[in-house]
């Protein structure tokens, strides 16, 4: 019941916040937040609380977003 709650409370944050910045003009940089935002929803899902697998998959979620918009910058700035 905790998880649902946790799940729901993320998807409605979410919901909030992608409708207050979608003033994003790089689209890239909105797929890489969309990306991380999954990542993070599935490690809550593969793991049990707060524990070292859920910390290790987060971590894994932050350096793909970081290498994500790495590149969604170099895009936007080639563009």
Not at 15 to 23: I, K
Not at 36 to 64: A, D, F, R, W
């Amino acid at each position: 019941m905790n998880l649902l709650f946790k799940l729901a409370s993320a998807a409605v944050i979410f919901s909030v916040l992608s409708g207050c910045q979608n003033h994003i003009e790089n689209p890239e940089m909105q797929q890489c937040a969309q990306q991380n935002y999954q990542c993070e929803l599935n490690c809550e899902q593969q793991s049990t609380g707060e524990g070292m697998v859920h910390k290790v998959c987060s971590t894994k979620c932050i350096e793909t977003y970081n290498q994500c918009k790495a590149n969604a910058e170099a895009l936007g700035a080639v563009q």
